[in-house]
């Protein structure tokens, strides 16, 4: 077929010009994302080998080879892995508009620094060969088509790129960078190595250079004929952990998850047993972009016997847990293993446990030394997971049965005893600060911080000084359903049923129960002024600021889970809410049920409880019409 022609897709454009000219600070890059597709490539062969070994066609030993013409000044990446189709080309490397192009851009800071690494983390890599080269060329062929079949494809960067049938002898990709004229250092093996040993020494096929050697006659440094392999080249995780440097673990991090940060914390051991496995599993310092999006990938990368199956293996970790990277390079499993055949494999379910068990001893080890330490990145550490992904580890409380206890000790609130939104508080740190008298852990729920802290069912607990969790995540109702209690202390809502704060002494009994003999004819008017509305109307003495509040019977579902699942579109039983009634406060001291308006004070004061935690009015414009009527009949 001849020549073609073709414009990149928009987005492609606008990524282009980033990438010459805000990256150009850590240009070095390109060279590590060329490698890790060369890498991908032979993974992929790997792959589709199992089922079909003509794929290798005679040529069974993948590497990566990098070379350079200095006189042309272009340096290639060239391998021997999956290569590519003409369409394969055509959309894989001009036209397709990732999920991830779009993301990357919302996320750019205009630090060159940041913005460089969020290239790897984005699936953009390709494109960061354009920040040394004004053209680059790539020839490919995939496994198994014929020779006829090769593809050029080639692009200045500018907008548009060609495509071209070649015959092509070889299997995989080459591509050729050629350089801009001020790139001449990357013309040189002493540079493209020590890039290849900062960025890709882990990566588990060899790469090769063609060897350099001093020629002292003509005094200068010349290109031998024989190759050698410039990086480890093996899989990391198979070493010995003793021969593996902090620096290594952080580098096959990077590798791994395209993050530029460094972990938060990893580990790495061999199980030996019924089941036989090793893992490498790390836990990022951030989120990705995308964890709560519904088709974010997560699960570790899959290995049998150091052969690589499949990325993103979702079965070996549980969802909980999906914000978990690593590796897991098992000795039973087939090497023709589908994702079908996964989820039914008990050597997989002892691998989840196993990974499970490793992951929450991580974090406990994390928890303890962040409490311990006493510089402040350490002391930091616990935090942080727990801010990024605190609200996807509380999905374990309902999950993971089996560890619920290990999960509740490293789950985090925020409390009245701290005056901060951030999740700070271990139930066993409320537990240690309960009064004498105090059988119940006390939480209320709400949409924010703000309105937790100030809700009006908090009142008498901070009177008394008894703490309260203020919980605010969309999962923590949910969560709660499956934590019934802790330490034997059971779980208590501030919202819900008949407050019993411990020990009234008796004379404080009596005169509430004076008063509730007294107000007993109001509140039954005010029953039948809200009839429809309230499940019911009772005095309170929990209340010292606010007039009223809102609870949910017991066993009923509170006002704010109620919410929850409308936002979330689904059915939500209407349950009424009991009105809670402060005979100490003004407003309800000058009620009288013989007053004309006496049904608008009602279902004013049941609105106001309604709006304080947060909920919303059936129908705000008689709320708005009330208010001024009784506003102006003063
Ligand atoms: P990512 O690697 O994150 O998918 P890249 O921009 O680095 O994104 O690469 C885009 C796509 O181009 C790859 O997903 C792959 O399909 C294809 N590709 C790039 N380099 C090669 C290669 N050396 N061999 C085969 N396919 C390649
Ligand atoms: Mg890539």
């Known amino acids: ?67 350079y013409d200095k006189a042309a000044r272009t340096v290639t990446i060239d391998d021997n892995g999956i290569g590519m189709s003409r369409e394969e080309a055509i959309s894989n490397l001009g036209t397709i508009a990732r999920s991830g192009t779009k993301e990357f851009f919302s996320k750019l800071s205009g630090d060159q620094q940041k913005d460089a690494a969020l290239i790897g983390q984005f699936g953009v890599g390709f ?22 079949e090769g593809v050029r494809w080639e692009s200045a960067g500018e907008g548009d790129f060609v495509v071209e049938q070649i015959e092509r002898a070889q299997r995989g990709s080459s591509i050729t960078l050629h350089l801009r004229p001020e790139e001449d250092e990357f013309l040189s093996t002493h540079k493209l190595k020590s890039i290849i040993q900062k960025y890709s020494d882990h990566v588990a096929l060899p ?17 031998k004929d024989e190759d050698e392999t410039v990086n480890q080249a093996s899989a990391l995780w198979t070493r010995p952990k003793s021969e593996i440097t902090d620096e290594q673990y952080k580098q096959f991090y990077q590798h791994l998850s395209h993050d530029h940060d460094d972990p938060l914390a990893w580990t790495h051991n061999r199980v030996e047993g019924r089941s036989e496995y090793t893992q490498l599993l790390y836990v990022p310092k951030h989120a990705p972009f995308d964890m709560w999006n519904r088709d974010h990938k ?30 897991v390079d098992s000795a039973d499993l087939p090497l023709n293993v589908s994702r079908e055949i996964l989820q039914e494999s008990r050597d997989v379910k002892a691998i989840r446990e196993g990974v499970t068990k490793r992951v929450l001893s991580m974090l406990e080890e994390v928890a303890s030394s962040s409490a311990e330490a006493t510089d402040d990145a350490e002391k930091a550490k616990y935090a942080t997971f727990w801010k990024e992904f605190g609200q996807v580890f509380k999905e374990g409380i309902g999950e993971d049965y089996g560890n619920r206890e290990r999960i509740a000790k ?36 709400a949409d924010t911080w703000q309105a937790a802290k100030n809700s009006p069912h908090l009142e008498v607990f901070r009177k008394k000084g008894v703490e309260v969790l203020l919980l605010t995540d969309r999962v923590d109702e949910w969560m709660l359903s499956f934590l019934n209690e802790f330490d034997g202390k059971p779980l208590q809502s501030v919202a819900r049923g008949d407050l019993d704060l411990g020990a009234l002494n008796d004379e404080e009994k009596q005169a509430q129960e004076k008063v509730g003999e007294e107000l007993k004819p109001l509140v039954e008017s005010m029953k039948a002024a809200l009839e429809g509305k309230a499940k019911d109307v009772r005095l309170t003495f929990r209340l010292t600021d606010s007039p009223t509040c809102l609870v949910a019977d017991d066993g009923d579902m509170s006002g704010y889970l109620q919410r929850m699942l409308k936002q979330a579109g689904q059915a939500a039983p ?57 506003l102006l009949a003063r």
């Open 207 to 223: 790469i090769l250079m063609k060897q350099e050697e001093w020629d002292a006659e003509k005094s200068e440094m010349v290109t």
């Open 298 to 327: 997560g699960g570790l990368k899959l290995y049998v016997k150091r052969v690589f199956i499949m990325d993103d293996a979702e079965q070996l970790v549980p969802a909980y847990l999906r914000f978990v990277k690593g590796v």
């Open 574 to 630: 209407q349950m009424q809410p009991i009105l809670e009634v402060n005979p100490e406060h003004p407003l309800v001291k000058q009620l009288h049920a013989d007053d004309a308006n006496f049904g608008d004070w009602c279902h004013l004061l049941f609105d106001q409880a309604m709006l304080a935690e947060g909920g919303t009015l059936e129908d705000p414009a008689s709320f708005v019409k009330r208010t001024n009527a009784l």
């Open 1 to 67: 077929m001849a020549q073609e022609t073709m414009s990149f897709q928009a987005e492609v454009k606008q990524l282009l010009h980033l990438m010459i000219h805000s990256l150009y600070s850590n240009k070095e890059i390109f060279l590590r994302e060329l490698i890790s597709n060369a890498s991908d490539a032979a993974d992929k062969l790997r792959f589709e080998g199992i089922e079909n070994s003509a794929l290798y066609e005679n040529d069974p030993d993948l590497r990566i080879r990098i070379s």
């Open 127 to 148: 494109y960061s060969g354009f920040i040394v080269a004004d053209k680059i060329t790539v020839e490919t062929r995939r496994a198994g088509l014929p020779a006829s």
């Open 410 to 445: 490293l789950v985090r609130f925020a409390s009245t005893n701290t005056d901060s939104s951030e999740q700070t508080v271990a139930l066993a740190d409320y537990v240690s600060r309960m009064k004498p008298e105090q059988t119940k852990i006390y939480y209320v729920t």
